[in-house]
Structures are given as C-alpha cells and as structure tokens.
C-alpha cells in the first residue's frame, strides 16, 4: 500500500520547536517533490514548504520564511520540515504530499498525488 505518515506534532509554547517528519512506504521518494501543508481551524489549507526532488530547490510561505527549514533524506525515504520560533498562528494540522517530478525539476504547491492523512501542531502558552 502507498502512503505518506507524518509524525511530530504535538503542543509546543511559543518560542519553541518541533520537526516533523514524513515517511514513505510502498514507494521510494526518490521520484517525488514534495510539499507540506497546513490548515488551521476554519480556514482553507496553505502550502507552507517544499523540496524538490533533487533537494536543491526548496520554497517557503512568506509566513515561515527563516523560521522552518524543509529537507530530505532519501536513504531513509523521509522528508522533514524543521519548525523554529514557532507562534501560534502555526497551529494546525499538518500534511505532506508527493508528486513525482523530472530529476532537475522544482516543487510546487499542485498537483500532488499521495497525501498523508497529517499530523496535528497546537502553539499555546
């Protein structure tokens, strides 16, 4: 079966840090850009970070720029998406996406084509 699970989330103050992370199983993500993606409570979901397949292309929200640092380690078939000075305006649930993509290409927000079913981020004091 191919799926995505991420892990990581949890309740954190403001100020402080969690890393996420996003394994694969049943496919290798070699082949995949990848994105992660959040929604809060009653709003639509965001793209927050991507990497490209290569890793040498990464994108961030205006949002998390300097504060979140995505990167992968296809040995171990995971993506991560480190989150510093976490505010609670991060608070969400989280998700990540594959899309396969060209060896030099980019990431993007579009046309994903595995989800993981997310893992829940709460900043509060």
């Known amino acids: 079966q191919l799926q995505l699970v991420e892990s990581g989330g949890g309740l954190v103050q403001p100020g402080g840090s969690l890393r996420l992370s996003c394994a694969a199983s049943?496919?290798?993500?070699?082949?995949?850009?990848i994105g992660w993606f959040r929604q809060a409570p009653g709003k639509e979901r965001e793209g927050v970070s991507c990497i490209s397949r290569s890793g040498g292309t990464t994108n961030y929200a205006d949002s998390v720029k300097g504060r979140f640092t995505i990167s992968r380690d296809n040995a171990k078939n995971t993506v991560y998406l480190q989150m510093n000075s976490l505010k609670p305006e991060d608070t969400g649930v989280y998700y990540c996406?594959?899309?396969?993509?060209?060896?030099?290409?980019?990431?993007?927000?579009?046309?994903?084509?595995?989800w993981g079913k997310g893992t829940l981020v709460t900043v509060s004091s």
């Open positions: 049943g496919f290798t993500l070699d082949y995949y850009a």
């Open positions: 996406a594959s899309r396969q993509a060209p060896v030099r290409g980019t990431c993007g927000y579009y046309g994903m084509e595995y």
